[in-house]
């Protein structure tokens, strides 16, 4: 079975950093590319960002370019985000993700999800 | 890159069917033949209930049905049940390689 488990949502103050990690299992982990989604308060669902199995490629929500950063530790199936400059409109739920396919970039689809963790951006 | 278009709203009478509809462009949507749906109960994450426009998950019941025409994708719940009520996204690859999702729609079971 896929589990998901996010960790490292707090109340940060804007301007602030914050890494969010995520620790798989149950699956082939360096087989998938990995993604970040997050869901603001009663709002709907927004990607953030991408990393591919090998670490070779990640992408970002333009919302979030230049101020985050995806990485990976595929010797101890962990996803890992790191956050800076936090606004207030960074407030929300972050998901870890997998896409639906193996050794592709992105399908665009995501197939397991965690149970969310809540980042606060606030003074 | 914009937000898929969907309904915010629909609802249905259990044992009806309805559909919720899914638009972008031709950089996603209409480009390619992945896209995939989620539905999402209040508290709870999102779970896949469709991919590749028309595949079903292991598990997921075949009352949810997907098509595409176009820049539009859709998804149809036949038979509603009252355990089907809950907010419905869809997601899609761009054509830069990144993903994007709908707005939401909120399906009521009257």
């Known amino acids: 079975e896929v589990q998901l488990v996010e960790s490292g949502g707090v109340v940060v103050q804007p301007g602030g950093s914050l890494r969010l990690s995520c620790a798989a299992s149950g699956f082939t982990f360096d087989d998938y590319t990995m993604h970040w989604v997050r869901q603001a308060p009663g709002k709907g669902l927004e990607w953030v960002s991408l990393?591919?199995?090998?670490?070779?490629?990640?992408y970002y929500a333009d919302s979030v370019k230049g101020r985050f950063t995806i990485s990976r530790d595929n010797s101890k199936n962990s996803l890992f985000l790191h956050m800076s400059r936090l606004r207030s409109e960074d407030t929300a739920i972050y998901y870890c993700?997998?896409?639906?396919?193996?050794?592709?970039?992105?399908?665009?689809?995501?197939?397991?999800w965690g149970q969310g963790t809540l980042v606060t951006v606030s003074s | 890159q914009s937000a898929l278009t969907q309904a915010a709203s629909v609802s249905g009478s259990p044992g009806q069917s309805i559909t919720i509809s899914c638009t972008g462009t031709s950089s996603d949507v209409g480009g390619y033949n992945y896209v995939s749906w989620y539905q999402q109960h209040p508290g709870k994450a999102p779970k896949l209930i469709l991919y590749?426009?028309?595949r079903r998950p292991s598990g997921v019941s075949n009352r949810f049905s997907g098509s595409k025409s176009g820049n539009t994708a859709s998804l149809t719940i036949s038979g509603l049940q009252a355990e089907d009520e809950a907010h419905y996204y869809c997601?899609?690859?761009?054509?830069?390689?990144?993903?994007?999702f709908g707005g939401g729609t909120k399906l009521t079971v009257l």
């Open positions: 993700t997998k896409d639906t396919a193996a050794i592709v970039v992105t399908r665009g689809g995501f197939d397991s």
């Open positions: 997601s899609s690859y761009t054509d830069i390689s990144t993903a994007v």
């Open positions: 590749d426009v028309s």
């Open positions: 990393i591919t199995w090998e670490s070779g490629t990640s």
